[in-house]
């Protein structure tokens, strides 16, 4: 009994751990989740900690660079030489066979390499500083978009509940009607078509509830992957439609004036015309001399057998101190056909930003009238629910007196039914609307400094 026990408790514990583990979420802490789990977010906070690796890279290029080198070599079979044989006491004109050297021999060299002057060096370091900061723009414009992204697959969850909800209180009242209503036609006091109107209405809302309930699972397993959790969590949603709605309508929102050098697109344009410019300047640079230094030491022993870690055997030191100056000359008009290409680059990045400048004052404007759009739409939507729910009430009840036909009251029943989806549609529009607008205007800030990056990576 013991081990039955055991063995329960083992596969609950499995079980339970194969679930995964349940969140429960406002909208604000699922927007500060995502930033730090979101897989593109997560990428992106990568990004930067590249260019600070690279920054760094770029920087090491010009300290002083060490080397080491040991080598060793084993004649095996020594080149011999030809000398005159006068010189060893022959007669003249003939050649005695010489070898030279040890068979063996071994050398050690430490060589420390200074870099003191190289225009594409300076440029260089700039360069890595402005890649830094387009990676840490660039990460931000990414939160920005997850946040975005987040309250949109939040209020999508939110509307697909709605929706099953109100659809099955729609398919409970149907099923009601159809039931009263057959009994009234099987008394003979009202028509068969009566009935059929309602069995068709009631069709049309079990596949609209079906579908709704579907869109739930697929709204559900998209706001987790926004949020960089497994698709199969079980997340609490602790906000409301009507919540959302409350505090997303701010027509405060209308009056807020463009900061363009906030705007992430903006950042993004300008650093890359700081690019071409470094750019342009790199191949300036390229015309400059270029100066560096070494200074190197070693060692070499030479044997006719492997001695070299005999305690006698004779190391030989050097040491040599050199300055290398490089100057270009003439390259054909090649380097002034770079620096006219890096110039015209430039002029279409200088271009592009101004592009922007205008594309993002449009975005704002546009997006303004969207969210200004949205609210009004609704509060005509709510009007609209309000008139159809008596519109439907007032046919419910003429239906039952026979007062009306089936077919008005189908009528009134799918314009209740429309109404009350484009009521819950609104409600979602005014939240992605304001979210629009924040992206534009960069509220909140969620830059990334560098500096937050350093301890992680």
């Known amino acids: 009994m013991k081990q039955f026990l055991i063995v329960l408790l083992l596969i609950t514990s499995l079980t339970a751990s194969s679930q ?18 979101n897989y593109t977010a997560l990428n992106a906070r990568r990004d930067i900690a590249k260019a600070i690796k690279q920054k760094w890279e770029t920087t090491a290029t010009g300290l002083p660079q060490i080397s080491g080198a040991v080598t060793y070599q084993n004649n095996l079979k020594q080149p011999v030489t030809l000398i005159p044989a006068e010189l060893s006491g022959g007669a003249p004109g003939t050649f005695v066979p010489v070898t030279f050297g040890t068979k063996q021999n071994a050398n050690a060299v430490a060589t420390l390499n200074q870099l003191i002057f190289d225009g594409s060096y300076l440029v ?17 414009k990414t939160n920005l978009e997850v946040r975005k992204g987040v309250i949109n697959a939040y209020g999508s969850v939110l509307l697909s509940e709605e929706l099953i909800a109100i659809f099955e209180k729609n398919k409970e009242a149907l099923e009601k009607n159809l039931f009263e209503t057959r009994k009234i036609f099987e008394n003979g006091l009202t028509e068969e078509e009566s009935v059929e109107q309602l069995e068709v209405t009631l069709l049309d809302i079990d596949t609209q509830l079906n579908n709704a309930r579907r869109s739930a699972t697929i709204a559900r397993q998209m706001f987790n992957v926004a ?64 100066l560096s230094a070494f200074v190197n030491y070693g060692t070499s022993a ?30 054909s008009g090649m380097r002034s056909a770079r620096t006219q290409r890096a110039k015209i680059a430039l002029d279409q990045a200088e271009t592009e930003l101004e592009e922007t400048i205008q594309n993002v004052t449009l975005q704002l404007n546009t997006a303004k009238s969207n969210y200004q759009f949205a609210i009004e739409k609704f509060e005509n939507a709510k009007k609209n629910k309000a008139l159809a729910e008596r519109i439907e009430t007032k046919n419910q009840v003429k239906f039952t007196e026979g007062l009306s036909t089936s077919f008005d009251l189908r009528q009134a029943q799918t314009q209740l039914y429309t109404a009350q989806q484009q009521y819950f549609q609104s409600m979602l529009d005014v939240v992605n609307s304001k979210a629009e607008i924040e992206t534009v205007l960069n509220t909140p800030d969620l830059r990334i400094e560098s500096e937050e990056i350093k301890g992680k990576y």
């Open 20 to 37: 995964g583990k349940d969140y429960s979420f406002s909208l604000e802490e699922a927007v500060t989740f995502a930033i730090d789990s």
């Open 124 to 140: 260089g370091l700039q360069a890595a500083k402005a890649f830094l900061d387009f990676s840490e723009n660039a990460a931000e």
């Open 302 to 331: 030479n044997s006719d057998s492997f001695t070299f870690f005999d305690s006698d055997q004779l190391w030989f030191q050097s040491s040599l101190l050199g300055v290398s100056l490089n100057v270009p000359i003439f390259s």
């Open 227 to 290: 949020l960089g959790i497994p698709v199969e969590s079980t997340v609490l949603f602790k906000d409301t439609l009507d919540t959302l709605v409350e505090e997303g309508t701010n027509l405060q929102l209308l009056d807020e004036n463009l900061n363009i050098q906030e705007n992430a697109d903006y950042k993004i344009a300008y650093n890359l015309t700081e690019q071409r410019s470094l750019e342009m300047k790199l191949e300036k640079s390229k015309a400059l001399p270029t």
